[in-house]
C-alpha cells in the first residue's frame, strides 16, 4: 500500500488548523478518520508533515564497503564459486546472500572450462 501524496497530508494539515472537524476532513478528502488524526497527532507530537519511509526487510548483510569487497574478490578470482567467495568474506553470510549482493551489483561469475572445448561438437 502507498502512502498518501504530500499534497493531501498537507490539505488535511491545514484544515485542521482552519477548526475543520475530523469527520468532514475525512469525508472532504476521502480518507478514514484514523488516519487524518494519525497524520495531525505526526504534526503534533514530531513536527513531521511528510510520510514515514516505509523499510521493508532487513538491513543487508552485505553492505556497500563489503559489496565492493566482494566485487574484488570476484575480479581477483572470476571463476570461484559462491561458496568459495562466501569463505573469503570477512562476515558470516549465506550462499544465497552472496548471490543477490552480487545480482544487486550486477555482477556474473565467469566460470573457466573444467575440461577443454570438443573439437566435435558442444559440450
Known amino acids: 500500500m502507498e502512502a498518501y501524496p504530500t499534497k493531501v497530508r498537507e490539505l488535511v494539515l491545514d484544515a485542521y488548523e482552519r477548526g475543520v472537524g475530523t ?8 480518507v478514514s478518520p484514523s488516519w487524518a488524526r494519525k497524520v495531525r ?3 503534533r507530537e514530531h513536527g513531521v508533515r511528510t510520510a514515514i519511509a516505509q523499510k521493508h526487510g532487513p538491513d543487508p548483510l552485505l553492505d556497500a564497503g563489503r559489496r565492493g569487497e566482494l566485487a574484488a574478490l570476484v575480479e ?7 561458496e568459495e567467495l ?3 568474506l570477512d562476515v558470516p553470510v549465506s550462499v544465497s546472500t ?3 549482493a552480487l545480482e544487486d551489483i550486477r555482477l556474473t561469475l565467469k566460470k573457466s572450462r573444467r575440461t577443454p572445448a570438443s573439437r566435435a561438437g558442444r559440450t
Open 76 to 82: 581477483a578470482t572470476p571463476g570461484a564459486t559462491l
Open 23 to 30: 469527520g468532514e476532513i475525512a469525508e472532504t478528502f476521502q
Open 98 to 100: 552472496v548471490f543477490r
Open 86 to 88: 562466501r569463505r573469503q
Open 41 to 43: 497527532r505526526r504534526w
